[in-house]
């Protein structure tokens, strides 16, 4: 896995996809994890700064959240990033002969 930035920019996109890190797996994972009903703990500051990202409301009964709510902000999550994408794998951004930010248009781009 790789990350993906521009050094003039905020610009960023998730790590590149594989067959073992890709969204298929995400969201089944997510669906494993988060199917049964039940409250978990979490940091406030995640919950609130996932929910800014999401736009999803989340429901926190100090620090606990209900798992289907958190199921909702992780699909709405992984469907952003899913969306933001701009190259999907390692080989095609090698491939690519235009590599330019999609926000800036510099060629400044990073990979961590």
């Given at each position: 896995?790789a990350?993906l ?10 790590d ?5 890190y890709?969204?298929?797996i ?12 039940r ?6 500051w ?12 989340v ?5 606990k ?9 992780e ?7 899913f969306?933001?994408q ?8 090698v491939?690519d002969?235009n ?14």
């Open positions: 896995m990350y930035h521009c050094h003039n920019c905020d610009w960023a996109q998730d590149f996809w594989t067959w073992r890709n969204p298929i995400c969201f089944w994972s997510d669906i494993k994890w988060l199917w049964r009903p409250f978990f703990k979490l940091d406030n995640f919950i609130e700064e996932l929910s800014r990202y999401t736009k999803v409301p429901f926190n009964f100090n620090g959240v209900f798992s289907w709510n958190w199921l909702i902000l699909f709405i999550k992984n469907l952003k990033v969306l933001k701009r190259w999907w794998t390692y080989k095609s951004f491939k002969p590599k330019i930010c999609p926000k800036c248009s510099s060629k400044s781009l990073d990979i961590d």
